[in-house]
DNA sequence: GTGAGATTTGAGCGATTGCTCAAGGTTGCG
DNA sequence: CGCAACCTTGAGCAATCGCTCAAATCTCAC
């Protein structure tokens, strides 16, 4: 997954991968059926992976809107330590792959469409809990939303200057905010 | 340009090149002298073409903001009438091409730097005509809004509905206008 | 220890990659 | 027309691509 999220699909050599799995082309063919099949199994290990780290978000806090603020944040301050990820591997993939691979393309955005949904869901949570306004109109919230994100994201990859993220990061918490009921 | 702009580099063959310039190798080489030259080559006409929409629209418009206003809304609408563009060529050479690549990636990243500034001198325009507060930072403004164009670029390719995309755009100018004095 | 079944190996497949260069074409000047 | 200077051509180079498969190796019940 890592290899394929940073270097990209076609970027990505069989040689790479055998080296990143220690496997040799037969066993990697016998485990994996193809390229494309290993890449699609690893864009589905980073869809759960992000579902994941936005359940546990929702979890650890204490409101919905908490929890996209730390997450909004942890983006800026560079999330795990020293080692920070290239931007969102669905976004990477929606823009770099040409749309003739149909499989791939399709399924990166319907990865996309799911996280924007997951977004929504916790809108309507922050609605609920009194934290947006009733009126919200949810599913362009959720849209501007994860697309606010990928922007925070490409920029930290363009430039990741601390101080410029998290002025960044806190400028989407406001506008996000200024919806609050 | 287009066909790079479209499939990136690694995703570009020379076969692609053949039929796009309607050119044998041997001419190409000779032209060119390599797939990587002409890719750069691509990407500075890329970079130029854009400073002149920009200059274009700051010339057609009253006013600096003005110029920033159409400019976002013609991204939303559609720009150039049926045939959308993909986003920002220099955005996806980054995020695309190996950072080992260092002459490719180093350029993108310096032309996107220049652009950047572009925005930020438009900006200082808009400071002395009044429009925007007097003390706003314009440096952290151009890197905002160069990835709100850059992120409402990325949306247009995911998904070109127009109402949303048009809701989007408006959202990024009224934020803008918040600075106003 | 032995043999059957599962797994791993890596040489090497045909295709394609970026690229070269001798050969042939074109152009413009006298 | 003849000749020199340029440009285009495309077969084909070495390298690499994604991928295969017979043979070697490992695993484990008996």
């Given at each position: 997954?890592?290899?394929?999220?940073?270097?990209?699909?076609?970027?990505?050599?069989l040689k790479?991968l055998e080296?990143?799995?220690?496997m040799k082309p037969g066993s990697i063919y016998a485990?994996?059926?193809?390229k494309?099949?290993?890449?699609?199994?690893?864009?589905?290990?980073?869809?759960?992976?992000?579902?994941?780290?936005?359940?546990?978000?929702?979890?650890?806090?204490?409101?919905?809107?908490?929890?996209?603020?730390?997450?909004?944040?942890?983006?800026?301050?560079?999330?795990?330590?020293?080692?920070?990820?290239?931007?969102?591997?669905?976004?990477?993939?929606?823009?770099?792959?040409?749309?003739?691979?149909?499989?791939?393309?399709?399924?990166?955005?319907?990865?996309?469409?799911?996280?924007?949904?997951?977004?929504?869901?916790?809108?309507?949570?922050?609605?609920?809990?009194?934290?947006?306004?009733?009126?919200?109109?949810?599913?362009?919230?959720?849209?501007?939303?994860?697309?606010?994100?990928?922007?925070?994201?490409?920029?930290?990859?363009?430039?990741?200057?601390?101080?410029?993220?998290?002025?960044?990061?806190?400028?989407?918490?406001?506008?996000?905010?200024?919806?609050?009921?």
């Open positions: 997954m890592r290899i394929f999220w940073e270097k990209g699909y076609e970027g990505t050599s790479d080296s990143a799995l220690s485990a994996f059926k193809s494309e099949n290993l890449f699609l199994l690893a864009m589905e290990r980073y869809f759960h992976n992000s579902l994941n780290l936005l359940n546990d978000a929702r979890l650890t806090c204490e409101s919905p809107m908490q929890a996209l603020n730390t997450m909004i944040n942890s983006i800026a301050t560079g999330g795990s330590r020293d080692h920070r990820s290239p931007p969102c591997f669905l976004l990477k993939t929606v823009l770099t792959t040409s749309p003739d691979n149909k499989t791939v393309f399709s399924k990166a955005r319907f990865y996309l469409d799911a996280i924007r949904q997951e977004f929504a869901s916790l809108l309507r949570e922050a609605v609920q809990a009194g934290e947006l306004d009733a009126e919200t109109d949810i599913e362009k919230l959720a849209m501007w939303l994860q697309s606010q994100i990928n922007a925070l994201r490409v920029e930290a990859q363009r430039d990741p200057n601390e101080p410029r993220l998290s002025w960044l990061a806190q400028e989407i918490i406001t506008h996000l905010g200024s919806f609050r009921s």
